[in-house]
């Protein structure tokens, strides 16, 4: 009886017990997305940040940003600064790859931002208060779902 009390607790714990656990190197997709619009001149932007992490620290961020409008001085705005933007963050930083497609009155930007070929202690320094969010040269999801809450994006 004793052996078969032992057994059972025994095959509890480990299948019991193994389904309760969660595998924290698996890979989790956070998303914060934002919308803007104006009516002088007319035009609608959307942006979808896709937060890769995996211990919950960051491992990429893919970006998708539409502009629509049927202003040029709106879309070569929105392309200078987007072009200005990822080039400097890429050349202080690193890690930071986009392309830019134009069709008519859309404008549309991809980019990725791999945090494994990025300088991530200088880049949370360039950014009030982010340096909090780095450990082990690796920057914690929290600090990025609070930083794009802060400039207004609504995360899941």
Not at 8 to 31: E, H, M, P, R, W
């Amino acid at each position: 009886m004793k052996k078969i009390f032992i057994l059972c607790a025994t095959l509890l714990c480990v299948t019991g017990c193994s389904f309760n656990k969660t595998d924290s190197s698996k890979q989790v997709i956070k998303q914060c997305t934002t919308q803007l619009s104006g009516e002088n001149p007319n035009y609608q932007y959307n942006a979808e940040y896709n937060i890769y992490s995996t211990n919950d620290t960051v491992d990429k961020i893919e970006i998708n940003e539409t502009l629509d409008s049927e202003d040029s001085d709106t879309q070569a705005y929105f392309e200078s600064y987007i072009k200005d933007k990822y080039d400097e963050q890429n050349n202080n930083f690193g890690g930071v790859e986009y392309n830019i497609e134009k069709n008519d009155n859309n404008l549309e930007a991809n980019t990725t931002i791999d945090y494994s070929k990025m300088d991530i202690e200088a880049y949370a320094a360039s950014l009030e208060g982010m340096d909090k969010y780095v450990k082990d040269k690796k920057l914690l999801t929290e600090g990025m779902l609070e930083y794009y809450k802060l400039l207004g994006f609504t995360c899941e």
